[in-house]
């Protein structure tokens, strides 16, 4: 049977979902040091229909691609504690301040570096950016089709994929030729757990620069197990336009942030009472807000 | 030559809600920028599209009519609309943030290299400086959005590259029909032209499109409830409630994650976006999620245990107290003072 080699597209993301009364600061910005960085939510769904198909056909590989800080290994290690074979780091401040365009180009080449992939499997949306654009624009940038919010992936023959996508008002199932990019809805069964045996296996995996400043006891574990090394690309290891790269490779820009700060207005306090509910029903039909 | 140009959705040969709403935001832009209104329909079967098209001020239409371009598909669409937009130069081009336009639009402003700004809530007009390089733009499109969650508001400028590209979800501006004698001109596209058989290498196979059976955009008025209805048996006394007063039912998505309701009725960033001219929100505790789907319905009341709840803030009356009581009072009370 064919195998394949899947890519998971993922992101660290700040927790943006709990937000809670301490990360708000009091002058009403975000404190973001309050939000701890999590494996962006659709992208561990985007991570379990890769190991589905790599279940289901022995000999496929899932490596992990996500572009960030340093601190972004994290979520290729927890990748592989779930199931993946490796990962990749693509790390530079060059890339610093990339709107969608930029960020999808600097993907894209380093998968024309990875060369030989047959799914690329992003996550819907990251819940940062909440844009959901990077996905079907890695595909353009690879003239590759894509397929957006797959919820299962229901066999591949023939050199075909069968998706069934969830949209607004319903559900379609598509086939697509091989190579292709796909997007993975929330509402895709949600990723497995961690394995016991897959931590003990990769939990001393490490990049370089991690490695340069970790503990010189592990060192000798890192040539015996190759495995262990996540590989760290900077844009001196992938071919780039550096126009096309962070700020200035970004048609978008933001002219201004503003933090959401609740403004209270002057509201009418009432109580259940049975006087008060009379008023307020009073007031609302003579107001023609009702009635 | 540089106008402002709308991608219309179709679905059974009815222009998109969505469409129709970014029209008449299209409309207004063209006007302060002094320039047309044009749309692009691509589909089958379009014969006439053009007189749902028309009446929101549109001065062009682009209509690609093949059988193969319905349903939408990602590629064929995209490369219509990469060369139409070459061919045209549009200033501003605008979305539906729906299935389709999240689909489409970041394929076109990849092949276009042109910026995309995602899911704005607000369009305008505005002049740019910029410091560095002493540059000033003139009638830039201010693309709003709020990101992180929600919980931050980015304004997002598109100084160079063209077209300015945004998606808006429906709901979120307002249509109006302009006049409905409005008359423009239809463009057919040589399809033949624009697209190649490569471009149909996604088929679809099968096809369940579900009709909305709740329209809670277009009601006047709507009650939500929240987690703290309880249970799904409470819930129906926001539906007596709806009935007694001519509403629609929503929910927050704490309400529906528990099964109280149907997921069509989530109000919110995740859910449809509303303004009714009055809105009861009960036993919703108000996240910026919830509230970005409805604070600007005209008159709004919060019902909550709780009196420092956050939808407080925005509400217009504040029952402090328990639904249960609360309630069944006002549909007395309403009933008491119309009789
Ligand atoms: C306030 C604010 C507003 C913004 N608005 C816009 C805007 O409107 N338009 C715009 O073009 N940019 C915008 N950006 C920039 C955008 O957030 C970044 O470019 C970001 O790197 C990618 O966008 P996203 O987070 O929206 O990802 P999405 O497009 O939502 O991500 C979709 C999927 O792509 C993959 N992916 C995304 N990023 C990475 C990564 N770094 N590594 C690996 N996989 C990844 C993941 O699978 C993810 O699930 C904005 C940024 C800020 C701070
Ligand atoms: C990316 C993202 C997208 C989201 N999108 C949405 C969205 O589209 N829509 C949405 O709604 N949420 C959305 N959320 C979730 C949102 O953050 C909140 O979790 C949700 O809105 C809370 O729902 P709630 O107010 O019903 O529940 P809770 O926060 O649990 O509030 C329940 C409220 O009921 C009150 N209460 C309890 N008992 C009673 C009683 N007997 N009588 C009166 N009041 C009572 C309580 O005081 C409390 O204020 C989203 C979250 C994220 C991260």
Redesign the pocket.
Known sequence: MKSFKVI??????PDTRNVGKDAMKADGTINRAALSAIF?P??LN?LEQALRIKENFPGTTVTI????PGR?AEIIREGMFRGADDGIL?TDRA?AG???????Y??SQALKKVKDYDII???????????????P??AEKLCLPQVTYVEEVQKIESGKIFVKRRLERGVELVSCPLPMVM??NGSAPDCRARNAKLIMKYKHAKTVTELQNSNEDYLHLYNDRPYLNIPEWTVSDIEVDHAELGLSG???K?KT?ENVVLQAKEAKVLSPSDDDMDTLMRELIESHTIG | MNNVVVYCEIEDGHVAEVSQELMTKGRGLANELGVKLEAVAIGHELEGIENQIFPYGVDTVYVADDARLAPFTTLPHTAIIVKLFQEQKPQIALMGASSIGRDLG?RV?SALHS??????TSLVIGNHEDKKQGKTYENLLY?I????GGN???T?INPDCRPQM?TVREGVMKKEILDPKYKGKVVKLEVAKYVSDADFAVEIIERHMEKSKVNMKAAPIVIAGGYGMGSKENFQLLFELAEVLGGEVGASRAAVDAGYVEHERQIGQTGVTVRPKLYIACGISGQIQHRAGMEESAQIIAINTDPEAPINAIADYVITGDIAEVLPKMIKYYKKNTK
Not at chain 1, 65 to 68: A, I, K, S, Y
Not at chain 1, 121 to 135: E, K, L, S, W, Y
Not at chain 2, 115 to 120: E, I, S, Y
Request: glycine residues 8%.
């Open positions: 998971v597209l993922a992101k660290q993301v962006n659709e992208d985007a691609l996500t572009m960030g972004a693509l890339f990339s709107d969608t365009l930029a960020t999808s600097a993907i499997i992003a996550g819907r949306q990251a819940i940062d950016g909440d844009t959901a654009q990077v996905g624009q890695v997007t993975v970004s048609p978008t933001v942030v | 970041p402003s910026g995309l700004t995602a899911d704005c693309q959005r709020p990101a992180f931050i508001i980015a997002i945004a």
